[in-house]
């Protein structure tokens, strides 16, 4: 049987018993795989373990902090960096494989991100090619912001390249879910702001929230994505308006207004 090829998957889970086999599943291919779970309390720990990965329990702090947490719990050469919801494609795999056998790659690679929402492929809204982090790194060239609760920087020492094959992700499995994601991701938002010195007032949030809005539904041309590009570009004005609206709120004296 022809060895592995010297990659290591790390996934951050919590609760994510709903998505974690088919994510799992699709880096079976993957010298090793650990699961970096925060005290999931339903089956996600069961399921990983049934997959093949290594489950390691860290206490969330901040997301920074759990990537660099995958980064000390892997062993391999190279890095790749997967989250629940998302799945590796085989043309990505296959991309990756060239990649790592390659003396000459790059250190590190931002992977393009096919999105998912309410069953149709989004192809305009600015959720393609929709890079966060690099997503394949190798070990010792990368580490991630440990101070930044959410949407976490990252800190490269050597070249970076962008992978062709797209990675495909469905954030939200209904409108309910996105919805709260959204609520916990601007609240986590506030200590990054303020870590930053940025300036804040409910005008600023409303101005904001309409520029998010236009420059998704318009610029980034969400309208042709039909119901679901509307949808976007909603959720868009509300996550700007809420993160800057709870930054107000974060600075008001207790008890008082304005």
């Known amino acids: 049987m022809a060895s ?19 994510a799992l599943e699709s880096v079976s291919w993957a010298a090793e795989i650990v699961v970096i779970d925060s005290g ?27 990537r660099n947490s995958g980064i000390l719990h892997t062993s ?8 629940s919801d998302e799945r590796c494609t085989p043309e990505a795999r296959d991309e990756i494989l060239r990649i790592v056998a390659d003396p000459g790659s790059a250190d590190a690679y931002l992977v ?5 929402l309410l ?12 890079y966060r982090q690099p997503q394949l790194f190798r070990r010792g060239k990368m580490t991630y912001a440990a101070e930044d609760d959410v949407h976490e920087g990252w800190a490269l020492d050597g070249a970076l390249g962008r992978m062709k094959a797209a990675i495909e992700q469905i954030p939200y499995a209904t409108l309910e879910e ?12 506030v200590a990054k702001q303020e870590r930053a010195g ?7 949030a409303y101005t904001r929230a309409c520029w998010a809005f236009f420059k998704a539904y318009v610029l980034q041309l969400g309208f042709l994505d039909a119901g679901p590009g509307l949808v976007i570009a909603v959720l868009r004005f509300e996550n700007s308006f809420y993160k800057h609206a709870k930054l107000v709120a974060h600075r008001l004296p207790p008890g008082g207004g304005r």
Do not use: C
């Open 198 to 204: 940025a300036k804040a007032g409910y005008l600023k």
């Open 76 to 83: 391999q050469p190279w890095i790749f960096s997967l989250d």
């Open 178 to 189: 996105a919805i709260a994601k959204m609520n916990r991701y601007t609240t986590l938002g």
């Open 40 to 66: 999931s309390t339903d089956a996600t720990p069961e399921i990983a373990a049934r997959h093949g990965a290594r489950v390691v329990q860290v206490a969330f702090s901040k997301f920074g902090e759990l």
């Open 112 to 116: 393009p991100r096919r999105n998912f």
């Open 119 to 130: 069953g149709r492929a989004i192809r305009h809204s600015g959720w393609y090619p929709d």
């Open 4 to 22: 592995k090829p010297p990659v290591s998957v790390f996934i951050l889970s919590r609760n994510e018993e709903k998505k974690i086999g088919p």
